[in-house]
């Protein structure tokens, strides 16, 4: 007998991608870095400047085993500057239809790569990564300007790693998220999140806007050793 959850299972959109639900309801859905600080077809990556035939096949692949496998997949697009950020969603965007995570240590450079993916008209098809413990509300607005709808939340606490403090983390995004709501002066209002551990659960929507919760509680690292290529 397959494994349920009570309690009922979302099901969110992005590009042409659906995750969550029961597990087994839907395909697995994988995220693959490209672009990553190191990688070997990146010769400049202050000023994007890459192989690109490298990067193609890498696309190529990752399309190619998706299909082979059904596996739904998405693209991580790591960048340290806005003008390499541009040049990877661009080449990303006009390679293949999947969807795109948009993915920098800086919030300055994910709040630009947020604005450039709404200026390209690739919200729809955008992750936000990510959504975090101190994150300022005005990187949360430019979330909501950007029109992306998507993002993932880490659940992160230095000074607490346990599954508990992991939880707590998620608990104070949905009382900040009243907070924020409080302090909007339209009818619009900002990302809400999924409170339950595990799969996404009970649907914290409001007019406009869903936070994604992964299935995974992922702490952040600075590297991305299991990156594509």
Not at 45 to 57: C, L, P, Q, R, S
Not at 75 to 99: L, M, N, Q, R
Not at 131 to 147: H, I
């Amino acid at each position: 007998m397959s494994f349920k959850f009570n309690t009922k299972q979302n099901i969110y959109t992005v590009g042409k991608a659906k995750v969550g639900g029961q597990p087994g309801e839907l395909p697995t859905f994988l995220i693959g870095s490209i672009f990553w600080l190191g990688q070997k077809m990146v010769q400049d990556a202050n000023k994007g400047i890459f192989d690109a035939k490298e990067a193609e096949k890498i696309i190529n692949t990752m399309q190619t085993q998706s299909e082979i496998t059904g596996v739904q997949f998405a693209f991580d697009i790591v960048g340290t500057t806005d003008i390499a950020f541009e040049k990877y969603i661009d080449f990303v965007s006009k390679h293949s239809d999947a969807p795109l995570m948009l993915d920098a240590m800086s919030p300055k450079t994910r709040m630009i790569a947020a604005q450039l993916a709404k200026k390209m008209g690739l919200a729809d098809r955008c992750l936000y990564n990510s959504v975090y413990k101190g994150v300022t509300d005005a990187e949360l607005a430019n979330l909501k300007d950007s029109g992306i709808k998507m993002s993932i939340v880490l659940a992160d606490d230095p000074k607490d790693t346990t599954m508990e403090g992991k939880m707590k983390v998620i608990q104070g995004f949905s009382i900040s998220r009243e907070r924020w709501n409080h302090k909007a002066t339209n009818r619009h209002s900002y990302p809400s999140v999924s409170t339950r551990h595990g799969h996404c659960s009970k649907n914290h929507t409001n007019h406009e806007r869903k936070v994604w919760a992964p299935c995974r509680l992922r702490q952040r690292k600075r590297c991305h050793n299991h990156g594509l290529g």
